[in-house]
């Protein structure tokens, strides 16, 4: 599927030697990337003990119809603990605050255009319902405790989906200093009927007039 991509600029962060599996993070862009990073969660359990599971950052130059360097977008990716374990819990707990950590130390100046998406397994919970991924009340609590706690911590934004039947999707977008946002989600199945993941594909829509 890679080698079908038509971005030129691409980043895929290192699997640990001592990881099975890596991260489950790729960075696909038509700018060029001028800055790469990633920190591995130190928390983890059960099968995700064996996956580079972590955050990471690409600093992407975006350019005007001339070719022009206007500005830079950070985009912050993640993917996070799975599984609804008490174990998986404490874990996500523990890589919420490392994610916020993480995004508020590489920060640039202030009112530079970010983005924080990624498969967080965790995600806000809406009135009256929890994510069909928990497994009961107590999991849906601890799950959106961590997810407002690293919203708060990191001082973003999240951008919400208008559409109702993905309001409690635990693949999640969060936002600092853009103009405007929009996420839309793309049913992910084969012609079959059959799913390909256990979410939908999403697509983030950005205005950064500032740039």
Known sequence: ??????????????????????????????????????????????????????VGLCNIAISD????TVGTLQVFGTHMQSERTKAAQAARREQALQAASFVLENRTEKGTPAVLVGDMNMGP?????????????????????????????????????EDITYCNEICRFLAQGVDSCNVQYVPMSTTAGERLSDTDALCLSLDVNSL
């Open 1 to 54: 599927m890679l080698s079908k991509a038509s971005h030129k600029h691409r980043y895929i962060p290192p699997k640990s030697r001592l990881k099975v599996f890596n991260s489950g993070l790729l960075f696909l862009s038509k700018y060029p990337i001028t800055k790469c990073a990633f920190e591995r969660y130190t928390h983890a359990a059960s099968i995700d003990s064996l996956v580079s599971k972590g």
């Open 65 to 68: 119809w001339d070719g022009k």
């Open 125 to 161: 919970r809406q009135e009256g319902c929890f994510s069909q991924h928990y497994s009961d009340k107590d999991d849906a609590q601890a799950r959106c405790s961590s997810y407002h706690s690293m919203v708060s911590a990191c001082g973003f934004e999240e951008v919400e989906c």
